[in-house]
């Protein structure tokens, strides 16, 4: 019995000594956990502190910003690019802050809604005063000199567009209509509006009598000018 009794007490003795090293372990662990969790804190502490600091000195910079532009004034924008004739509505433009000191030397227009398009204007490009036509109508969109002239639209073989530019040359039985050279009655006319009958071209005066009669003749064509 002493020798099963030694035993006993040796079997006791290295579970304690097994029992201690597992309790020790457990407490090293929540020791290192307890330091992850203050570190994790401390970091997300520090980030929030840079991150507060980031948005603060990026407002300083945008008040800064701001401050040196100076004052500003709303404009109205397009939103995609616009014909001339085009009758303008809510939907074509949106109205932004712009500088006064970059803001164009026409003014602002007070009313968009019904405002007809003189010129093209291209989206992101702001819409003055002297981009709209003063009165309704093709006769809106032509220039000062100009007259509307009408070409027959079975007559022209060219897939146009309003705002195009043409020359409109007189064909070689005519020739006699042309006034500048390679046989061009008007150069550089701008095509105003297209419709199923017409095709109406802004003529400059001096040249809308002999263009009319050319046209008014069968004797001439129109072709694609390049832009200036």
Do not use: C, K
């Amino acid at each position: 019995m002493s020798r099963f009794s030694s035993l006993l007490t040796l079997h006791h003795r290295r579970t304690a000594l097994r029992g201690g090293a597992v309790r020790l372990a457990l407490a090293r662990l929540h020791v290192l956990a307890q330091r992850f969790r203050l570190v994790t804190v401390g970091v997300a502490v520090g980030l929030g502190t840079i991150a507060m600091l980031s948005v603060s000195a990026a407002n300083e910079r945008a008040d800064a910003l701001a401050a040196s532009l100076g004052t500003t004034s709303p404009w109205p924008v397009a939103v995609a690019d616009l014909d001339p004739g085009h009758v303008l509505s809510s939907s074509d433009v949106e109205w932004r802050e712009i500088p006064e000191r970059f803001s164009p030397l026409d003014e602002a227009p007070l009313s968009l809604a019904g405002a007809q398009l003189l010129v093209p204007v291209g989206a992101g490009e702001l819409i003055t005063s002297a981009r709209l036509a003063l009165r309704e109508g093709t006769a809106a969109l032509l220039p000062p000199g100009h007259r509307g002239v009408a070409m027959p639209a079975e007559a022209v073989r060219l897939e146009l567009r309003v705002g195009d530019r043409v020359d409109l040359i007189a064909s070689p039985a005519y020739a006699e209509f042309a006034v500048l050279a390679d046989g061009i009655v008007a150069s550089g006319v701008v095509v105003i509006s297209i419709s199923e009958q017409a095709v109406v071209l802004a003529v400059p005066a001096s040249d809308a009598v002999t263009a009319a009669e050319s046209i008014e003749r069968g004797g001439a064509a129109l072709v694609l000018s390049a832009p200036d």
